[in-house]
């Protein structure tokens, strides 16, 4: 009785987890960022993706990170709330500083500086913020931060409407899901107070930090690559044919968010076989997200974005195939996390990040966009065999521990 009472549980908690990405990911990709290339066009359209996805880089590389390292941790440490605020508050400062290096021949001058800064700051502290409702397995709460989130980017497009500022779409989404969890949570009060693990803490997140910053950077990679080497139209035609994907990737993380909170609060350590009973339903699950991603991104890039479905179409197999493989390994990450040292994590994703730079700036530099998205399907095929081998190394040794 007891088996099938968790069963349910668990199953509910999937469905509030997913919802609440449903409802963030449908406003952006069915309302915001459609209807801002139509306003602006292709090659303003991929500046405001480049500068999004410098965004989207810090917001899990830092909130995200954290947000898991603190579930991680609280097995070993009695860690305080300021432990990690004090972190994010240091770590963002250090990228917006970077972001805005790189944004500085893309910004509108100060109020572009500044809005950016606010963006990246909202955005980061978002991200870690329903570690308050993965601490506690409240997943209806969960619900209502992403519902509030996707709310506030809704009423931020109609803003954007009168005052023709992109930003305030994202920055009201932002801060509707901060403001909730700040009124009802209790993982921004006291904001600042350390516990005297704050230095495990800060070795041991920054390294998780850095492994997740390598990790959305390659997520992001096309974006920045593109925008470089050719121009804004590349990166909105990149971007629309990735669009399907890109979304069922951002699914896997719910699921992500509920295996890891409840392997981490049992306390369960997995041996070689169930790893690979994990690996198999990824997989399984990869396949049949990737005929969706086939029969549904002709279907929306000729609904949403029809002046761009000529320029797309012959690469939607190619690039959905590279958002799948994203997908898998995003999710064999968090499993493998359970029963490893981020250390080989972060030596996975830097090898994975060297390889992919190389394949797409060298091996596959003059052949354009399908050139380039080869080379980036080859180095996620790669790294799918690279973690897959840390997991059976890993989890057999665990396996002899238990002998």
Known sequence: MMERSKTKTIFSNTLYTIGGALVLNGVLQLLVYPRLAAHLGAEANGT??????????LGPSIGQALNNSRLVLRRDYPVQNGDYNILILLLSSAGIVVSLIMTASSQ????????????????????????EYRLSLDYRSYFVYYLLCGAGYAAGYGIYLLTGNWYVIFIAGEAAALLFVWKCGSIFKPFLNRSAYFKEVSTKGTTLVLSYLITNVALNYDRIFLKAAYGGTEVTEFYVASLIGKTLVLFIAPINTILISYLTKENVRLDRKRFLRFAAAGAGASVFFFLLCQIGTPLFVRLFYPALYDAVKPMITIVNLIQILAMLSAYLFIVVLTFTGAKWQLLLQGGHLILTVFLTAVVFREGGILAFAKGLLIANALRIAAVMLLGIVFAGKKEEETL
């Open 48 to 57: 405001v993706l480049f500068i999004m996805a410098l965004v989207n880089i």
């Open 108 to 131: 509108n001058g100060a109020a572009g500086f500044l809005l950016t800064g606010i963006l990246i700051l909202l955005t980061n502290f978002r991200y870690y913020g329903d570690v």
